[in-house]
């Protein structure tokens, strides 16, 4: 099976910290998303990797950043945490095998981050 | 860019068909769905990738228009289980913003 794992189910940080939001995935894909899902508005996609050291801006990239030092791990970067970051984050992986990503992705469980 | 669903939430008695539609400005290489029970992560359902094509199970089942813009999926005789969140996604991997789907006995 495929596994992600997210670092943290819940996390609660001030506003202006630096936050670190971690996933690992098993299955050696190359492709990793992170996400962030918030009601009415659906899952929106910040960033993505095609490889390591690679990375892509998604749809809302602003006030994050990201890091894929290795394959099996993505990390989400929040530099100043700020309250209207608080939502879901869901990590995603998937199996690159050429152009028109055909592969289902894989979910990680989520981090809910609440910033106060 | 994402796809549009609708409806936004839907609820249904135990053993009736429910229908959640998704659309695209424009033609899609393939189209996803996904649901997501609640406090749980998006699993895949199954994927279109050809205009005209039907797949899936016997209650639950999809459809990709000929033109590739339009997607629906066909919840048919629905169980407690159905319940959950159901979104499309497109070969960009953009999510609509899912469908909210409530089974009651």
């Known amino acids: 099976d495929v596994k992600v794992t997210q670092s943290s189910r819940y996390l609660v940080k001030r506003t202006g910290e630096k936050v670190f939001l971690e996933c690992v995935q098993d299955m050696d894909h190359e492709n990793m998303f992170w996400y962030r899902q918030d009601p009415g508005l659906g899952l929106r996609l910040i960033y993505f990797?095609?490889?390591?050291?690679?990375?892509e801006k998604g749809d809302i990239p602003e006030g994050y950043s990201v890091s894929r030092e290795k394959k099996e791990r993505f990390s989400l970067i929040l530099e100043s945490a700020s309250t209207n970051q608080t939502s879901m984050y869901l990590c995603a992986t998937k199996l690159f095998t050429g152009t028109g990503g055909y592969n289902e992705q894989f979910f990680g469980p989520g981090t809910r981050l609440t910033v106060l | 860019q994402q796809p549009v669903q609708s409806p936004q939430a839907v609820i249904l008695r135990e053993g009736e068909d429910a229908v959640i539609n998704c659309s695209s400005s424009?033609?899609?290489?393939?189209v996803h769905w996904y649901r997501q029970k609640h406090g749980e992560a998006p699993v895949f359902l199954m994927i279109?990738?050809?205009?005209?094509e039907q797949k899936g199970h016997e209650k639950i089942s999809a459809s990709f228009n000929e033109k590739k813009q339009q997607s629906s999926l066909y919840l048919t005789a629905s169980q407690l289980s159905y319940s959950g969140t159901y979104f499309c996604g497109t070969e960009d991997m953009r999510f609509g913003a899912g469908t909210r789907l409530t089974v009651k006995p």
């Open positions: 990797s095609y490889d390591v050291k690679m990375k």
């Open positions: 424009k033609a899609l290489y393939s």
């Open positions: 279109l990738l050809k205009g005209g």
